[in-house]
């Protein structure tokens, strides 16, 4: 019977590590796998810098330090404990450093929840491997079944913390703001090395409480470490709904450019006395009679067209505005003459190329008018307003207008 119990124990601790090492592969796929990069890249990366290779690495250092400075084979309790103690805080720093290298490897867009997931694979290795008291005469359960049962529960916490933590993780590695990762530090930093302490005493004296504690003691620092995710998941929350409920508030839902309000805003605080600037008023020729005439699906991809030709060229100092309706306005700070010159022929040669694609054909009048210096933007605006009209009447009377290649009317 206790030879298949062992046997038993040896195949629940094999099953325990290709689990873990697979979970922890498709965690890393899931999260950063990009377009492009190798599914067999990321499983070499998963197999080599998983948290069990890594404990075992930082057990081999802790082992040569030990024989380096003597401590290992004179007997002495206190030099045992110390480098245990030595081995956590090595398996930390190294679960932090190769994680780090792992996120600029992947060109993961936020590093620190690179290092997230893996301090989290990191707690559970480390509390998986809770000592079993083998050294009391009587047991109610035998020791190979309590490494049994701390196994399938650690494979059942590993397949938790996937469903419920990894897919939540895998969604905010999208985005590319930056999280701090102080938060994710706390729990290995501060709690770990005080869990190898009570693990090397409960393995030592074989105290039934020391036990005990150990087992408690790694369901709390599991549990600050799944609190510690929490609180930064609802901070990021509320900070995507804070940023989504202002970017509603300042750009066209359509075109995905500034609106009018945000317009007034930045004439206010940045368009307001600038070194120089450029303004660009745009009318979207025949919008209405595309609407009326072939539907509103043609005229929202008149309006979408027209907007992409102004997205192009936008940069940090070159803001599009949808102003209402067919009306936009792109305004550039801080450019010299020549540099708005070069920004309206990049405009109408964006304009030129997205006419090659789609039914329909925007033709945009446009009015362009700079100055550097003091200048009043309410009066720079109307007097780009008045050209953008001569150039729309131009185009008008050349012929030049919005169309749809070989569509027929509804009406």
Not at 42 to 68: C, D, Q
Not at 326 to 347: H, S
Not at 385 to 391: E, F, K, N, V
Request: glycine share 6%; hydrophobic share 50%.
């Amino acid at each position: 019977m206790t030879n298949v119990l062992g046997v038993m124990n040896i195949i629940f601790d094999l099953a325990f590590v290709v689990f873990y090492i697979f979970v922890f592969y498709i965690s890393l796929r899931m999260c950063f796998l990009r377009d492009g990069q190798s599914k067999i890249r990321f499983f070499f990366i998963a197999l080599v810098t998983n948290p069990i290779t890594i404990f075992l690495l930082s057990v081999a250092i802790a082992v040569i330090f030990g024989i380096i400075r003597g401590l290992y084979f004179d007997g002495e309790a206190w030099n045992a404990l110390t480098l245990s103690m030595i081995g956590g805080l090595i398996f930390i720093a190294l679960t932090i450093l190769l994680s780090w290298l792992v996120g600029r490897w992947v060109q993961a867009h936020n590093i620190s929840l690179v290092i997230f997931l893996y301090l989290m694979f990191a707690v559970v290795y480390a509390l998986s491997g809770q000592s079993v008291m083998e050294n009391d005469a009587e047991h109610v359960i035998p020791p190979a079944v309590q490494s049994i049962l701390l196994n399938i529960v650690y494979i059942g916490t590993v397949f938790i913390l996937y469903r419920f933590v990894v897919r939540n993780l895998s969604e905010l590695t999208d985005r590319k703001r930056q999280i701090n990762s102080k938060m994710f530090l706390i729990p290995p930093s501060f709690f770990l090395p005080v869990y190898y302490v009570f693990n090397y005493l409960t393995y030592e004296y074989g105290d039934v409480l020391s036990n005990v504690v150990v087992n408690v003691y790694s369901m709390i620092v599991l549990a600050l470490f799944v609190w510690a995710f929490s609180v930064v998941i609802m901070n990021i929350n509320a900070s995507n709904a804070a940023i989504e409920a202002q970017y509603e508030a300042e750009h066209d839902k359509l075109t995905g450019l500034y609106n009018k309000g945000k317009y007034m805003m930045l004439k206010e605080n940045r368009f307001d006395n600038p070194g120089s600037i450029a303004l660009f008023n745009y009318d979207v020729n025949n919008l209405k009679y595309i609407n009326d005439n072939f539907g509103h699906e043609y005229g929202d991809e008149l309006i979408i067209k027209a907007a992409n030709s102004i997205h192009a060229v936008t940069t940090d100092n070159v803001f599009g505005f949808r102003m209402g309706g067919d009306e936009y306005a792109m305004v550039a700070v801080n450019v010299t003459e020549k540099e708005a010159e070069r920004i309206y022929n990049t405009w109408k040669q964006a304009l030129e190329e997205l006419n090659t694609q789609g039914e329909v054909f925007c033709v945009m009048a446009c009015g362009f008018k700079y100055s550097e210096g003091e200048f009043d933007p309410d009066e720079l605006f109307q007097q780009a307003d008045d050209l953008m009209y001569l150039d729309k009447k131009a185009r008008k009377d050349k012929g030049e207008t919005s169309h749809l290649r070989n569509a027929v009317e509804t009406s």
